[in-house]
């Protein structure tokens, strides 16, 4: 088993920044990819960007240039620096990992852009 535990949501004002924080613990042998996903009511859960175990990105086009995904594997965590934050970034943000089988998810954390 796998938990995620996110961190770092909020409320913030159109341009702002925040950064959420997922920390990963229990059975991590065999992880591969780590990443963020967001949902709105009424939509499909959306990859907002992935982060190999290599290093290697990748990042939904509507963020590209405004968030970086980042991963520490020593201390099992992974970070999402969001910058000029939008209305329509509002949505509750999930921490994301795979290993061989199976996915898994944290509890969200939920984000809000709004003057």
């Known amino acids: 088993q796998v938990q995620l535990v996110e961190s770092g949501g909020g409320l913030v004002q159109p341009g702002g920044s925040l950064r959420l924080s997922c920390a990963a613990s229990?059975?991590?042998?065999?992880?591969?990819?780590m990443g963020w996903w967001r949902q709105t009511p009424g939509k499909q859960r959306e990859l907002v960007a992935g982060?190999?175990?290599?290093?290697?990105?990748n990042y939904a086009d509507s963020v590209k240039g405004r968030f970086t995904i980042s991963r520490d594997s020593a201390k099992n965590t992974v970070s999402l620096q969001m910058n000029s934050l939008k209305p329509e970034d509002t949505a509750v943000y999930y921490c994301?990992?795979?290993?061989?089988?199976?996915?898994?998810w944290g509890q969200g954390t939920q984000v809000t852009v709004s003057s």
């Open positions: 994301y990992t795979h290993k061989p089988g199976r996915d898994y």
């Open positions: 229990g059975s991590l042998l065999s992880i591969t990819v």
């Open positions: 982060i190999s175990g290599g290093g290697s990105t």
